[in-house]
């Protein structure tokens, strides 16, 4: 166990720390996380160790150096997390945990009667963060003719979802599969549908994304308009070299794995950083998972957004999930107790 010896030296190790944007943050001991000691932490460490290369921050570099070390042993793995990390809770839960997934759709290169609601390539005059046409202009027909439609599907209700899970899987009609990932927005706000649909007076207490669909389906004529009321516009790119075997591309440039990534507002949660997911609800979820996404929807420090997996089993079970409980993340030792002082 070498990286042992080596990661004593991180405990002195020092870095520049930056301002916490949250008023508050707490830090636990590792047998106060519920069910810490039955997770499968080698699984853990592998997705971690997958997005470490792209931790810039020089805190990071040298726990990411150590968990190379570490073989696929799960105790060795809790071993690492526990003398490295400690657990914080930022913000005040309760948490409120939603879930997404990946897509798989049936679509065509060209339009056909069929095939008739594009996905749209980022338009070329579109800069970062730069205001664009809100969705209802873009529905509208602001883009028709510039040739950016990169696919073409046959369901509007699921281009819509599809720019709220942010990638997926496009099935074609020789049985190719094209997989395709978020490439901008248009600048506006992301407003819930599901509440929109509560404010006009929905009888549904809860609305999942199952039910909005079937509103939407059920009412093409409102249902536009509802689909509309949400200003914001995701475009697309196809990832040609992504092995179908991956998961889809995350935030932080790889591919990400179910149940053990976790969408968050990198305002309060580092990318790359071990997260503690304590999900209450139906199913609860006791499970050391990692940030490697996120989501305009996803603001908050006791916000995230868990990745079912593929397909339409993945996505039923990812639109039930609207349940509280407590996110704790794991951070760099200088860094967690850095927090508590500035809080």
Known sequence: MGWVSHALSAFVLGAALTAAPFASAQVLEFQELDGWEHDDHAAALRVFQSTCAALTDPLWSPLCKLAAEVG?????????????????????????????????????????????????????????????????????????????????????????????????????????????????KNGHPYRSIGQELIRRGASMADVSAQDIKAWVRANPEPGRALLNSNPSFVFFRELKDLPPESGPIGAMGRPITDLRTVAIDPAYVPLGAPVWIEKEGANPLRRLMIAQDTGGAIKGAQRADIFYGTGAVAGEEAGRIKDGGRLIQLLPIDRAYALVAEG
């Open 72 to 184: 696929g042993d799960p105790a060795e793995a809790r071993q690492f997390f526990e003398l490295l990390f400690r657990p914080v809770v930022v913000g005040t839960p309760p948490a409120l945990f939603t879930g997404y997934y990946e897509p798989e759709l049936n679509g065509a290169l060209a339009r056909t009667p069929r095939f008739a609601y594009p996905l749209y390539r980022r338009p070329p005059e579109l800069s970062e963060g730069s205001l664009f046409h809100p969705r209802a202009a873009i529905e509208a027909g602001a883009l028709r003719g510039r040739g950016l439609e990169l696919v073409w599907l046959d369901d509007p209700v699921e281009v819509y979802f599809l720019q709220v899970q942010g990638s997926g899987r496009v099935k074609l009609p020789d049985g190719r599969i094209m997989r395709v990932a978020y490439a901008g």
